[in-house]
Nanobody, 121 residues
Framework: QVQLVESGGGLVQPGGSLRLSCVAS????????MGWYHQAPGKQRELVAT???????TYADSVKDRFTISRDNSKKMVYLQMNSLKPEDTAVYFC???????????????WGQGTRVTVSS
């Protein structure tokens, strides 16, 4: 099975920065894409950023020019560098992986448990 573990969340002042990390483990045969979503209380989970195997990235309009997604294939990790943070960025951030376990021929979406980011003065 595939497991994802996020880290790096915490409390930060508006205008500050955080870097989130996510490591994938388990019997991973292939990875099509990795990304980050976030979810605030009472709201739907929404896309923040994605990166596909070839390196192409996408971002939500709300985080463009502030956040950067990157990856390290050798470590099976994905990162989210968050700069110029705003109170509206406050949410639980979830790492996601689209890929395939070594025991399956089916491509699936896998999710971590989330890491909380609070932006407040």
């Amino acid at each position: 099975q595939v497991q994802l573990v996020e880290s790096g969340g915490g409390l930060v002042q508006p205008g500050g920065s955080l870097r989130l990390s996510c490591v994938a483990s388990g019997t991973i045969a292939s990875i099509s894409a990795m990304g980050w979503y976030h979810q605030a209380p009472g709201k739907q989970r929404e896309l923040v950023a994605t990166i596909i195997s070839g390196g192409t990235t996408t971002y939500a309009d709300s985080v463009k020019d502030r956040f950067t997604i990157s990856r390290d294939n050798s470590k099976k990790m994905v990162y989210l560098q968050m700069n110029s943070l705003k109170p509206e960025d406050t949410a639980v951030y979830f790492c996601t992986l689209k890929g395939r376990s070594s025991f399956s021929n089916i491509v699936k979406d896998f999710w971590g448990q989330g890491t909380r980011v609070t932006v407040s003065s």
